[in-house]
């Protein structure tokens, strides 16, 4: 069986919303093809403090139940 993975895009304060935009529509379209994938990517900047609270909690839920 396949592993399940989740895309976590970091340092996204150093592009542009509208690259992040365009990376974020590409990296999704990618994943139609890759079944173990989920469909749901965290972007994540430390130094804004974005994004992190949802990849801890993500994190976390693997742990529970």
Known sequence: SAVVYQIVL???????????QKTQEKILS????????????IATSSEKKIG????QAEICSLFEG
């Open 10 to 20: 970091t340092k996204i304060d150093k592009i542009s919303a509208a690259e992040l």
């Open 30 to 41: 990618e994943l139609k093809n890759h079944a173990a994938a989920m469909n749901e990517m």
């Open 52 to 55: 992190l609270n949802l990849c």
